[in-house]
């Protein structure tokens, strides 16, 4: 995350610039009144510059040993409240391979720092945008092309440990419990565990509609474990193989149990290869994957594509978070798909789910547009084939927490089919197609006005063998077409209930 990157990019600015500066006194001595003296006036210089407090409580230099340690660095924002404060600091070098332009870091260790970090409204300015500016790179003069340029200076980091980091961007909370990255020339190990919060102090979309999951952004606990091998010896180019990640939110249920896979990012472009995803019961594996990263500077937006997923799923891992009506489904689904999108859109292609038995098998596509509007967002799929053998669709319905009515007659229906497509627009899902049944066919269309209470629609068949699907043997089959309106408000229908009695929907139906 940008704020994130930027907070620890803004540390080791500031603990480089110490370095160097601590750094030129030791050279000429190594005593605590010449390091004080070096750190009053370095510190002096900082807060002239940036306008603004900054402190150091103190200072160990070990010239032979080539060790600096500094503890107590505060930096207040310019409303003087704490930007950034650090317990204690460590850097061990090696500066014998200074006369060759390389400067070896073989240990930086980093221990109780926070940073606070707040932009209060979008158009607001960030109260660490001074140091942004103070330190902003100056336009660079005309090279003198008679003068052979300067070599740089080739850094190479040996191993970088942290403990107890803390970042906060406004509602946002990141702690770094812990971790270590070691390695020798752009090769290295890395493992960390940490956690990330959000609480935007309002009350969860939840709140009150039990039937709705539990996932809000603005509420979130995150704990994460990783290990994984980075590889930066390419330029412009970082590999990482990411062998072992755990991640469990506490308050939605999320609960990543293992994710592997090779990552390469180059300039702008993500590249994703042998991904898998393990959660409690389900298992996925994606192929490949590619993702374009968004540029405002070149206007190149973001955009996505996958190869292949495939896995097992059971719907009731993410039943918590997304839909509490899931929880008991524990029927092994087999899923396959490609998936393709951008920051508007999602498209779903080649979609495959049924059952290991073929007992159950859907071919469809779908879409979800209007990604960035809660008001306009639509899902829509098509589904080309669906087919439920008898038995199936029984086993299907005790999956849910609902009454079973009319088992009998689903049963009576045999084998179904369907091919036709649902729309789900806020507060309102529309479904249309054909059913085929072992005893005929029926075309309808119906939707959930969600915003009024009512489901409206119309049915039609040429030929349903009615009385076989009732149990009725004196009843033959039928042609038929009908309009409905069913009220499924609650406090209108029992109002009417208890004006009329009885217990079936109250509506209108036109047959």
């Known amino acids: 995350m940008k704020?994130?990157?930027?907070?620890?990019?803004?540390?080791?600015?500031?603990?480089?610039?110490?370095?160097?500066l601590v750094g030129a006194g030791v050279v000429l001595v190594n005593t605590k009144a010449f390091q004080q003296r070096v750190l009053k006036q370095t510190t002096q210089m900082l807060s002239e510059r940036l306008q603004t407090q900054v402190s150091i409580d103190s200072v160990d230099i070990r010239f032979m040993a080539q060790q600096l340690r500094l503890y107590g660095l505060h930096v207040a924002d310019q409303q003087q409240r704490p930007l950034l404060t650090v317990r204690q600091a460590g850097v061990d070098v090696d500066i014998s391979e200074l006369l060759g332009n390389k400067f070896t870091i073989k240990d930086v260790e980093l221990s109780g720092a926070r940073a606070l970090l707040l932009k209060p409204s979008k158009d607001s300015v960030s109260n660490f945008q001074f140091i942004i500016d103070a330190f902003k790179k100056q336009p660079k003069a005309k090279r003198d092309t008679t003068v052979a340029p300067r070599k740089r200076i080739q850094f190479d980091i040996h191993s970088v440990r942290l403990n107890d980091i803390q970042v906060t961007y406004n509602q946002l909370s990141l702690q770094l419990a812990q971790a270590l990255i070691k390695g020798r020339k752009g090769k290295y190990q890395a493992q960390a565990q940490l956690q990330l919060a959000t609480d935007n102090h309002k009350p969860r979309k939840n709140a009150g509609k039990p039937k709705r999951g539990f996932f809000d952004v603005g509420h979130l606990n995150v704990t994460c474990h990783f290990k994984a091998a980075i590889d930066a010896t390419e330029k412009d180019t970082l590999r990482l193989n990411l062998s072992e990640l755990q991640a469990r939110d506490s308050i939605t249920g999320i609960d990543i149990r293992n994710l592997q896979a090779q990552?390469?990012?180059?300039?702008?472009?993500?590249?994703?290869?042998?991904v898998q995803v393990q959660q409690k019961h389900t298992q996925l594996h994606i192929a490949h994957a590619a993702m374009q990263l968004p540029s405002k500077r070149d206007s190149i937006p973001?955009?996505?594509?996958?190869g292949p997923i495939a896995g097992t799923v059971y719907l009731q891992d993410i039943s918590r978070a997304f839909a509490p009506v899931l929880s008991k489904f524990t029927l092994p689904l087999q899923l396959s798909c490609t998936m393709s999108g951008n920051q508007d859109v999602l498209s779903f292609r080649q979609v495959k789910v049924g059952t290991a038995d073929k007992r159950l098998a859907i071919t469809a596509t779908g879409d979800i547009t209007n990604l960035k509007s809660k008001e306009k967002l639509t899902v829509l799929f098509h589904v080309n084939r669906m087919t439920a053998k008898s038995g199936i669709k029984e086993r299907i319905i005790s999956q849910f927490p609902v009454k079973r009515l009319m088992m009998a007659q689903l049963h009576n229906l045999g084998n179904i089919s369907y091919v036709g497509s649902f729309r789900v627009i806020r507060k309102e899902e529309r479904f249309w197609g054909t059913l085929g049944t072992a005893v005929g066919s029926l075309k309808f269309q119906f939707w959930l006005d969600e915003r009024n209470k009512y489901v409206v629609g119309n049915a039609s068949t040429r030929k349903l063998h009615f009385g076989?699907?009732?149990?009725?043997?004196?009843v033959g089959p039928l042609a038929a077409k009908a309009d409905f309106k069913i009220d499924i408000s609650k406090p209108r229908t029992a109002a009417m209930r208890r004006k009329l009695g009885g217990k079936l929907p109250i509506g209108a139906v036109n047959a």
């Open 3 to 20: 704020p994130l990157r930027l907070a620890f990019k803004l540390l080791a600015a500031f603990l480089l610039l110490v370095v160097l």
């Open 263 to 274: 990552v390469r990012l180059a300039g702008k472009k993500l590249l994703l290869n042998n």
């Open 302 to 306: 973001l955009s996505f594509s996958t």
């Open 468 to 474: 076989k699907v009732m149990g009725m043997k004196d």
